[in-house]
Every structure is written in C-alpha cells, then in structure tokens.
C-alpha cells in the first residue's frame, strides 16, 4: 500500500545510546519530515527536509540529526540519547498541502 | 506568527448526538487549516482542509468545518457521533504560499469520547 513507512514501531534505549529512525515513502513526494508528539503539546517539528538534498531545523531540533538520503528516505538519528527523547515520532511527507503521516515509533529512554 | 488553540481538551458526548470541536487561530496571512484525527496508537489522518475555497469543508466521516474569518475560528462539527468517532483530534494551520514544513503548527489536540 502506497504511503509512510517507519521502522522500528517501538524501541528501548539506555540514556548515551545511539540509534537512527528510518522513514521511506513510496508517493513521489518532495518533502519529508520528522516530529515528535508528547502528551498534551500536539506535534512538533524536529526536522524537515523540503526537497532531496536539503534539510533544515524544525522547533525543537537538539539532540537529533537528520539525512535525506534520497528522494524516498529521510532517517532520524539520535546520538545520545536523553531520557527528554522518550516520545512517539511521526515521519510525514507531503507534496503541496497534502501531508501523509507514517503510523509512529514509539521510543522510551531509560 | 501563526498559532492554533484547541479551546477544550477533553470533549464528551453521547452517541447520536452532534459534535463540535473548537479551534482558533491567528495568522498574520490567509492560513490553510487542516483538521487530523489520530486514533489510539495510531498515526494521523486527515479529515478536512481549507485552503481559500469554499468557506464551508467537508470532509470525510461526515464531518465538516467552517472557516470565520471575522471569528479567526475553524470548528469542526459532525451532526451525529458514532462510536468510532472517539480519538484525538488536531486542529493544524499553514502559512498559505508556502510549502515549507516549517510553517505546519499543531493545536495540544482534543480528546473527544463518544458515549454509547
């Protein structure tokens, strides 16, 4: 079925490890993004990237970076991570005003 | 600088009777606005957007939203909740023009439930 995958859907890390969120979509679309969404304060942005080979800060981008690594994917990778990262992301894309969001991932630092 | 406010964070009903969720927002330019529900453990969907058409939209669902400009509010309503309404729902507004994501600003959300 055509739209966002993200992997993995849930993940444990220790505080200091590392690990990248992958995202690929299967639309054609140009621009991709990354958001975290926490209780009570919707979804922010952490990254964007508005067409292949160019990203840029969202809201709330420390502790993370970002790589469009072609037109289909664009991973998220925290270096250390921080019990503040414990959250549920969401990949999006979109191509003018129609976004589509991949169904989460669902990360607890401990 | 553009923002949305979901006025109410918890909304219940009884099925079979009408929903409105509130939304209001300020933009210095025409917004676009989207409303996405998101139910649990899963991703989001959209339900409706307006983007300087029509003032009234409609979506899927049976739900529809009206945009006011005088009233710098977006509602959306459906005439008659159904079970599978519950969920969260997001009120999300667009600087108009630009494609850019970084102009993608989501309301905290409503919690609608649906009582049977």
């Known amino acids: 079925n055509a739209g966002v995958t993200q992997t993995p859907k849930f993940q444990v890390l220790k505080t200091g490890q590392s690990m990248t969120l992958q995202c690929a979509q299967d639309m054609n679309h140009n621009s991709m993004y990354w958001y975290r969404q926490d209780p009570g304060m919707g979804l922010r942005l952490i990254y964007y990237s508005a067409s292949e080979g160019t990203t840029d800060k969202g809201e709330v981008p420390n502790g993370y970076n970002v790589s469009r690594l072609n037109k289909r994917e664009f991973s998220l990778r925290l270096e250390s991570a921080a019990p503040s990262q414990t959250s549920v992301y969401f990949c999006?894309?979109?191509?003018?005003?129609?976004?589509?969001f991949g169904s989460g991932t669902r990360l607890t630092v401990v | 600088a553009q923002s949305v406010t979901q006025l109410d964070s918890h909304v219940s009903v009884s099925e079979g009777t009408p929903v409105l969720l509130r939304c209001n927002y300020s933009?210095?330019?025409?917004?676009?606005l989207f409303w996405y529900v998101q139910h649990p453990n899963k991703g989001l969907q959209l339900l409706l957007k307006?983007?300087?058409?029509?003032?009234l939209v409609k979506g899927i669902n049976g739900f529809e939203a009206e945009f006011k400009k005088s009233e710098t509010s977006f509602h959306l309503t459906k005439p008659s909740a159904h079970m599978s309404d519950a969920a969260e729902y997001f009120c999300v507004v667009t600087l108009e023009g630009q494609t850019g994501a970084n102009n993608l600003f989501f309301g905290t959300g409503t919690r609608l439930t649906v009582i049977p």
């Open positions: 307006y983007t300087s058409a029509a003032t």
């Open positions: 933009s210095s330019y025409s917004p676009s």
């Open positions: 999006a894309s979109s191509l003018g005003y129609g976004y589509t």
